[in-house]
């Protein structure tokens, strides 16, 4: 009798012929084996575990050009703005200025400029800041142009910025938001950028937009549930609103922590008796030019707004041998926002601290006077109004000779330079000596030669008249303030004169 088995059993795995050691190596040959009937119907290549898991081009996806002339007539596609001026206040010739400040300042942000308006009125209108009738018709002059964004030429409202996007159907900006933007693009220090974020997060928290009650959270009420606990609870913007409060906050504590390391830095200064002088002025004035100029500070220079917005502290020398210290300061503007001078108030307490003003105007500038208006009033928001002060007329090559003379006899402390030619540079610098404050106390010490350290510290902290190497010392005639004088009173020659 023949017993029938069944194919299971008849077909018997390859592995079980192999010894132990063997049979996992016959099993991955079983795995990779390839046969007609089993694998012949597969639905394409057949790939290893590494090869499945990698990435795997799609040939046919590249929009790079390949015809070089397509790639040289591309040209770069930049914001297209148009501006948007009221004008309430001042003649003509100041709007037209105003509205040309804010095409340089677009520009410098990296936009293209394809028209600019201004309306008369006796105030913005709280709806759409131009009024809607002037509101359709910038939406004629949008779509006529081809612009994607509004610049208005003041700071909106939150419902002014709504209302009048509803009607040009494009995006509105105002000069705050544009001035914010440029900052974030100059700004390379750790304390730059954080003092650009806060006055961003400042800006930005009233401006906030959300979509109502929706996406809102439950209200909640307890573990055990109840009446009228299912309400609209915290909307989605206030959330954002608190995350970005409490980003102030700790944005806040860093800039405080750098002001720590800054005051430091200042009050050595102050111990060591060096005088500051610090340069401040209008954007573009030239102001990182004339530190280069005076100390060959190598800061960065070009002709744009806002180039250099971090504070940078130079050592100096008068032509009569005094050290004092230079501070090139950011440049300021008209109408500066509130939100950037309190976030850079840190940075602009150098002008308070300083001994010396070097107020930087351009002389070619259309309206000089303006400038210096907005400079002044910017340096009585940070309390620097007692601090004496040179008007600098900088750009004196390329400015009317008839504005020089104006501006020289209206401004009585006051020069005319040019950093990039050097005119007038050696007469600033004399009357840089004749304005820093002079140490009160005059005398006359003989010095012995064992007590070098005292002619080192008269030479850095005091103003030293003459010296004379004798043999039982040095003969010194100076100028010296009353704690270097008290470590000089066992060496005076003649009673201290005041």
Known sequence: MTSSSSPSQDAQSPAQNYPEGL?????????????????????????????????????????ELEDVTEVEYRQLRLERVVLVGVWTTGTVRDADNSLAELAALAETAGALVLDGVVQRRDKPDAATYIGSGKANELRDIVIETGADTVICDGELSPGQLIHLEDVVKVKVIDRTALILDIFAQHAKSREGKAQVALAQMQY??????????????????GSGGGLATRGPGETKIETDRRRIREKMAKMRREIADMKTGRDIKRQERRRNKVPSVAIA??????????????????????????????????????????????????????????HLVEAFRSTMEEVGD?????????????????????????????GATK????????????????????????????????ARTGQGIAELLALIDNELPRPSVEIEALVPYTQGQLVARAHTEGEVISEEHTAEGTLLKLRVHEELAADLAPYVAEPALR
Do not use: C
Not at 360 to 382: C, F, M, T
Not at 390 to 413: G, H, S, T
């Open 23 to 63: 049979r996992a190596d016959a099993l991955m040959e079983e795995d990779v084996a390839w046969s007609q009937e089993i694998d012949g119907d597969r639905d394409g290549d057949q790939f290893d575990r590494s090869e499945r898991a990698a990435l795997r081009r799609v040939a046919g996806l590249s929009t």
């Open 204 to 221: 930005m928290l009233p401006r906030l937009r959300g979509w109502g009650q929706s996406l809102s959270r439950q209200m909640g009420g």
């Open 281 to 338: 002025g209008y954007t573009n004035a030239g102001k990182s030019s004339l530190l280069n100029r005076l100390t060959g500070a190598g800061v960065l220079v070009e002709n744009a707004l806002f180039a250099t917005l971090d504070p940078t502290v130079r050592r100096a020398e008068t032509p009569s041998g005094r050290l004092y210290t230079l501070v090139d300061t950011v440049g300021f503007v008209r109408h500066l926002p509130h």
């Open 354 to 382: 300083s001994d010396l003003i070097l107020h930087v105007v351009d002389g070619s500038h259309p309206d000089p006077e303006e400038q210096l208006a907005a400079v002044r009033e910017v340096v009585r928001d940070v």
């Open 387 to 418: 601090v004496p002060e040179i008007v600098v007329i900088n750009k004196a090559d390329a400015a009317d000779p008839l504005v020089l003379q104006r501006l020289l006899r209206i401004e009585k402390r006051s020069i005319a330079v040019s």
